[in-house]
Nanobody
Framework: QVQLVESGGGTVQEGGSLRLSCAAS????????MGWFRQSPGKEREFVAG????????RYADSVKGRFTISRDSAKNTVYLQMNSLKPEDTAIYYC???????????????????WGQGTQVTISS
């Protein structure tokens, strides 16, 4: 099993920044892709960004490209999501997820991910 714990959420004004962290524990060697998803009320959970643990290859949703950056610290088993130029539409609960499959590219569908954190609330005020 793998446990994922998110932190770093909060409320910021439009145009501000936040950095989310996801600390992984347990059988972390079995996780090959780490991703961030988000879900706002009345909407489906959507892919935000993902990173391959082996190569550091990344993938982003079009809505966050150029504003968000995903990174990893393998020694700390932690993945980060740096969010800049935040907009009200970025308001959501952000979830960290891990995929056990040995993929060559980051998958964007939530069904590909095996482990999930509890989520952290991000609220952007206008």
């Amino acid at each position: 099993q793998v446990q994922l714990v998110e932190s770093g959420g909060g409320t910021v004004q439009e145009g501000g920044s936040l950095r989310l962290s996801c600390a992984a524990s347990g059988r972390t060697f079995s996780t090959y892709v780490m991703g961030w998803f988000r879900q706002s009320p009345g909407k489906e959970r959507e892919f935000v960004a993902g990173i391959l643990r082996s190569t550091g290859g990344t993938r982003y949703a079009d809505s966050v490209k150029g504003r968000f950056t995903i990174s990893r610290d393998s020694a700390k088993n932690t993945v980060y999501l740096q969010m800049n130029s935040l907009k009200p539409e970025d308001t959501a609960i952000y979830y960290c997820a891990a995929d056990r499959s040995r993929r060559l590219v980051v998958g964007a569908h939530r069904d590909l991910y095996d482990y999930w954190g509890q989520g952290t609330q991000v609220t952007i005020s206008s």
